[in-house]
């Protein structure tokens, strides 16, 4: 039975995973191989999943939970897409808060499933911005409590792979100490610096990946309740809106100005946001699309894509990554909407989907440990 490639990407919110894999999935696609793209989030309504299915790559998503809680829909996923597509490689995106995904997803893969898969080493993308202020290199802005500052270090501890990108947002200076840092702190750990958004480095990160095999002696100790406490602290909004009533509206500035006041209301609630991913297209076209991000408050949302018309109705998908509550998430959304969609632009609109939570305490449906890799057969 001939095996398909199996490559996951972790890396905390806002590191820019979704547009690496993108650009993995083209890199493939033009030598030939069959992609097939697996998306995951602990709710429904994933942005990330209607910007990969808008370039019209095979996508599953796995919602409710993290791969490591879906393990089996993870597989179920894998199958449905190979039922329908066939696909030579697995390019798959897990929830930005999660860790100990090698001893969780990874080795399980491979030591359950190997006739089918072959497991690649784990890649974790970094935000250099992000990462600079996490490992106190620089001291401006604020940065994530103790416990989620644990997460974030633990996903840098367990991969075979650090991808440092955005390089193009730092100074030579800054990335130079940054490589060191990462150095020091992962010594044996394989380091790329790239910017996904431009494309300069990813070729040699590519081939490393793809040619790569999961080391099966890859293990760390972590401890759950921490990781828990962490993940606990982040506050997560989903949601859908659509509008009517428009004559020639720009959604590129409609996204825009939603972003400034999302960004701008909960940077001045005192919270710290991780991530904000808007999308619009007009209603019943999921291939025409605007999608934008937002990674750190007191900055300027990026688009990574733009509509090339005027809207006449659209819908709307809006996920927020925060420390912070979500009840202040769930307020600040609905303003922005009531200001943004009814007072400025006078839009008929409708919340279709709204969810606000906290994730859960992490419970992987397999783990494998040291002691039981060395007994496997």
Not at 43 to 70: H, K
């Amino acid at each position: 039975m001939s095996q398909s490639r199996y490559i996951m990407i972790g890396g905390f919110l806002g590191a820019g995973k979704t547009t690496s894999i993108l650009q993995f999935a083209r890199h493939l696609s033009a030598q030939g191989f069959r992609v097939g793209l697996i998306t995951n989030d602990q709710g429904a309504g994933l942005v990330d999943t209607a910007v990969v299915r808008s370039e019209e790559f095979p996508a599953e998503e796995i919602s409710g939970g993290c791969f490591c809680c879906r393990f089996n829909s993870l597989v179920d996923a894998a199958r449905q897409l190979t039922t329908n597509e066939r696909p030579d490689v697995f390019l798959a995106e897990p929830v930005g808060s999660c860790t100990d995904l090698v001893a969780t997803v990874s080795l399980p893969l491979q030591n359950i499933y190997g006739d089918s898969f072959r497991v690649a080493a784990m890649s974790v993308v970094v935000d250099p911005i992000r990462a600079l202020r996490i490992f106190s290199a620089d001291e401006g802005g604020r940065k994530f409590s103790d416990n989620v500052c644990y997460i974030y270090r633990k996903q840098l501890e367990e991969a075979e792979m650090i991808v440092i990108n955005k390089t193009d947002l730092v100074e030579a200076k800054q990335l130079e100490r940054l490589n060191e840092l990462l150095s020091s702190q992962f010594p044996g750990t394989k380091i790329f610096n790239v910017s996904a958004r431009s494309g300069v480095g990813l070729e040699p990160w590519f081939n490393a990946v793809y040619e790569s095999q999961i080391a099966s002696d890859k293990f760390m100790d972590i401890d759950y309740e921490r990781y828990g406490k962490g993940e606990s602290l982040l506050g997560w909004l989903n949601g859908s809106i659509s509008f009517s009533g428009c004559k020639e509206l720009d959604g590129n500035q409609l996204l825009a100005d939603l972003a400034t006041h999302l960004g701008r209301s909960v940077d001045q609630a005192g919270a710290e946001i991780a991530h904000l991913k808007m999308t619009i297209n007009p209603v019943g076209n999921l291939y025409e699309i605007a999608a934008l991000s937002l990674v750190r408050g007191g900055e300027e949302a990026e688009f990574s894509h733009r509509l090339s018309e005027p809207l006449e109705d659209g819908e709307i998908l809006l996920n927020i990554r925060a420390e912070s509550a979500p009840e202040l998430l769930r307020e600040t959304a609905m303003s922005a909407f009531d200001d943004v969609l009814g007072r400025k632009l006078g839009l008929d609109y409708s919340v279709d989907h709204l969810e606000h939570f906290r994730p859960g305490q992490p419970v992987p449906t397999y783990r494998i440990t040291q002691e039981q890799q060395v007994h496997l057969p």
